[in-house]
């Protein structure tokens, strides 16, 4: 098993930043993948950005150029820093981690962005 817990959510104007914190801790193995999504209001959830242990990400055309994904694997901690914030980036934003090996998913519970214009 694995916890998440996440931090760093809140209010914000536009063009503001915010960086989200990530902490694992549980059973947590070399070769993993972690990620933050999010969901605003009647949408589904989608993939903000991820990172896998070897340092690989990837990143949603979106926030390219303006969101920094980032972890600190001594710590099992991962990052997200946000900048140039705009009101479409409110949602509520989960912390993902898989455990690629055994191929299993772990989710947060969640920390709320809100941008205001």
């Known amino acids: 098993q694995v916890q998440l817990v996440e931090s760093g959510g809140g209010s914000v104007q536009a063009g503001g930043s915010l960086r989200l914190s990530c902490a694992a801790s549980?059973?947590?193995?070399?070769?993993?993948?972690m990620g933050w999504y999010r969901q605003a209001p009647g949408k589904q959830r989608e993939l903000v950005a991820s990172i896998t242990s070897g340092g690989n990400t990837i990143y949603a055309d979106s926030m390219k150029g303006r969101f920094t994904i980032s972890r600190d694997n001594s710590k099992s901690t991962m990052f997200l820093q946000m900048n140039s914030l705009k009101p479409e980036d409110t949602a509520v934003y989960y912390c993902?981690?898989?455990?690629?090996?055994?191929?299993?998913?772990?989710w947060g519970q969640g920390t709320q962005v809100t941008v205001s214009s």
């Open positions: 549980g059973s947590i193995f070399r070769i993993n993948r």
């Open positions: 993902n981690f898989l455990d690629i090996v055994a191929s299993k998913n772990y």
